[in-house]
């Protein structure tokens, strides 16, 4: 399936765009050239007319006359240079005078500018100490849980240890041997996840303990309390006289041993839970007040850090106000030096004016009466030297903007003719005209065709209003109006989306039928087959093909499908083929089916299209999701769409339909034809679906 021919649809669009581009801008550069040296040659010949003019009129006994012209310019000339001389040294002098009401106005913008900066650094020191303070209240509310939910936990190991004295005791010393931090460590995330983490194993360990049955026990019946049951009993066998002495305390005696050693018993069998237990109800309270110290820290810092920015600020702003009286002077001398420096500057500068001027005058007079003593001749030929050369350059000017412009218009409108032209032919070879002797010559391809014509662009180079390059160097290699083939080609871009406001579009249908058809004749026998969904039309939409099941129903998967079950059934034999595909034949080996099927020769995988008229028409929302992942996954595994969208109808919840368009050739319904895109509308060309025979 390689072509070194890129007959894609978005190929295609951009070379027209950039061959209606390209002749525009050599037209505008025509122009401009054009424009830019009759400009030049006309400035150089009126200016050579009016030397020769001057010449003439000197010549002609005019030369006294200019000579009077010029003695009034002159005149004029010294009376504009002595009224700017009185403007500068007026404007010097009442700056001096005003010189002490504008060192105020100075001194007061300045204290302006310090007085707002005041107030802008008062209200970020508020700002950031109400911040610090609002930040130590979100630190503080899961402190005050944990401490509740430590002291919860404490309680409870209590009542759960209460039948031995020995394990209340350890939760007395771990408590005791838990040290606050003297040093805070500015850590404090760290620390509440460690007291969440401490408080979450005692938590574990204590319903651990609580698992023992002898600790219950002994918890709901102190050891003391059955010893004294024990001597009671005793007590009232003697008196009873039911026993002699010797055998009731023997019994006693070995009662309350076995007691004993039930007792110890559950204690060993408790204590490391106990112990871990305590251990952990310890270091989360350790945790917890290295958290409330870090969150103290964090919170004085803060509030510190604010306060010594305002006051750093203020102090700054008090040192500066302080500097008014200087700012006054130092306008007063700033102004003064100004005025000393530059007042010099603008006479000299009017003098040196009045010089130049004056030397324009005299040359101009000088050649007047040049003129007037017979060297009129002389300049003439020299002025025409001076023509001629400018002339000259003018020339050498055009021809190298008429190389540089011809040079560019053979880099960029001869190579897109001739690709476009490639392309026309190789569309015409791949996607030849229907016609009766097609038909009758046609031959099973061995091959399958990597493109499938489907619509044309007629582009019009000369609709612009300027129209086309005059000059024969700028002459098109071909006709201004060409049909640019579109086709859709594999499997870059081998989906279609149609988007229209209508339904069941008599031309929709037809271009469907058409690629469908067109498909058929291009691909080797066996190797397409079709998945056709007409929920609307009920079939009627694409009921010519019927006759392939005729001879082989895999062709168009047994019949055209309509109803909102067979669709999701469809659609979900066409995931599980792209699965197949992925796992069975793609792996990590091919990027694409076109790919494995170049290798693959005679046991080439099939190429499936899914064929669907007025959707979102009968989809489900199960439906619309599988079809979103065959759009996304299955081009690379030889799954193409051909999708009519009526934008009537609502689109499923959840349906992307940027992800059909993403890998899809996009076609909208506009203005009583078809567009492209932006391409197409920047080259001005109108779009013509290709009828089925």
């Not at 046991?603 to 007025?614: N, Q, S, T």
């Amino acid at each position: 399936m390689s072509n070194r021919i890129d007959l894609s649809t978005s190929h295609s669009l951009a070379l027209a765009q950039r061959l209606d581009t390209a002749i525009a801008h050599h037209k505008k550069g025509e122009t401009e050239l054009i424009e830019h040296i009759g400009e030049r040659r006309f400035n150089a010949e009126r200016q050579y007319r009016k030397q020769k003019e001057l010449l003439e009129s000197i010549r002609a006994s005019e030369g006294e006359k200019k000579l009077a012209q010029l003695a009034h310019i002159e005149s004029r000339i010294g009376t504009t240079h002595e009224q700017r001389r009185a403007h500068i040294k007026h404007f010097a002098h009442a700056t001096m005078r005003d010189l002490t009401v504008l060192a105020q106005d100075a001194r007061e913008a300045w204290l302006g500018k310090l007085q707002g900066r005041r107030m802008m650094a008062e209200r970020d020191m508020k700002s950031g100490l109400a911040k610090a303070d609002n930040s130590q209240a979100e630190r503080t509310e899961p402190l005050a849980q944990q401490r509740d939910t430590l002291l919860e936990l404490d309680r409870r190991a209590r009542s759960a240890f209460s039948g031995y004295d020995t394990l209340v005791n350890l939760l007395r010393r771990e408590k005791n041997s838990a040290v606050a931090p003297t040093l805070p460590p500015e850590q404090f995330a760290s620390h509440l996840a460690d007291t969440e983490r401490h408080t979450q194993t005692a938590v574990t360990q204590l319903a651990a303990f609580q698992e023992y049955a002898l600790p219950r026990f002994f918890r709901a019946v102190p050891i003391l309390a059955l010893t004294l049951v024990i001597v009671l009993i005793i007590a009232v066998l003697l008196g009873m006289g039911l026993a002699a002495q010797s055998t009731v305390g023997g019994i006693a005696a070995l009662g309350c041993f076995g007691l004993f050693i039930i007792h110890r018993i559950g204690l060993s069998q408790s204590r490391t839970t106990a112990e871990a237990t305590a251990q952990s109800i310890s270091a989360g309270i350790l945790s917890l007040e290295s958290a409330n110290a870090a969150a103290k820290a964090m919170h004085d810092h803060d509030r510190s850090a604010a306060q010594t920015t305002g006051d750093a600020i203020k102090s700054h702003i008090e040192k500066e106000w302080e500097r008014a009286d200087t700012i006054e002077a130092e306008y007063r001398e700033a102004v003064k030096e100004k005025i000393k420096t530059n007042v010099p500057r603008a006479l000299a500068k009017n003098d040196a004016l009045l010089t130049l001027k004056r030397q324009r005058i005299a040359a101009t007079r000088s050649l007047i009466l040049g003129h007037l003593k017979g060297d009129a001749d002389g300049q003439k030929k020299q002025h025409r030297q001076i023509f001629d050369t400018e002339s000259a350059d003018i020339n050498a000017d055009e021809t190298q903007r008429w190389a540089t412009l011809a040079a560019s218009w053979q880099a960029t409108v001869p190579p897109a003719y001739a690709e476009l032209d490639a392309i026309a032919k190789a569309s015409t070879r791949n996607s030849p005209a229907w016609t009766p002797r097609f038909v009758s010559d046609w031959g099973a391809p061995a091959a399958f065709t990597p493109a499938a014509r489907f619509a044309q662009l007629d582009l019009d180079l000369a609709r612009h209003p300027a129209g086309l390059p005059k000059d024969p160097r700028l002459a098109l290699p071909g006709p201004a109006q060409l049909r640019v083939p579109l086709s859709l080609a594999f499997p870059a871009e081998g989906s279609l989306l149609i988007e229209t406001s209508s339904t069941g579009s008599a031309e929709v249908v037809g271009t469907l039928n058409n690629i469908m058809l067109r498909l058929l004749a291009n691909t080797p026998p066996g190797k397409v087959n079709f998945t056709i969904i007409d929920p609307v039309g009920l079939g009627q939409s694409f009921s010519g093909l019927m006759h392939l099941s005729d001879y082989e129903e895999t062709l168009i998967n047994r019949r055209i499908w309509t109803q909102r079950d067979q669709i999701e059934e469809r659609l979900a034999e066409l995931n599980e083929h792209i699965e197949k595909v992925i796992q069975m034949y793609l792996r990590n080996e091919y990027a694409t089916i076109t790919e494995y099927n170049e290798k693959a020769g005679s046991v080439a995988e099939k190429y499936h299209f899914l064929v669907v008229a007025d959707f979102p028409a009968g989809f489900s929302e199960t439906a619309a999701k599988r079809l979103q992942s065959i759009a996304i996954s299955g081009p690379r595994c030889g799954v193409f769409t051909l999708i009519h969208w009526d934008q009537r109808q609502p689109l499923p919840d959840g349906f992307a339909i940027d992800e059909l368009r993403k890998g899809s050739v996009c076609l909208r319904a506009e203005g009583g034809g078809f567009s492209a895109g932006r391409e197409q509308a920047e080259a001005g060309a109108a779009l013509v679906l290709d009828p089925p025979p």
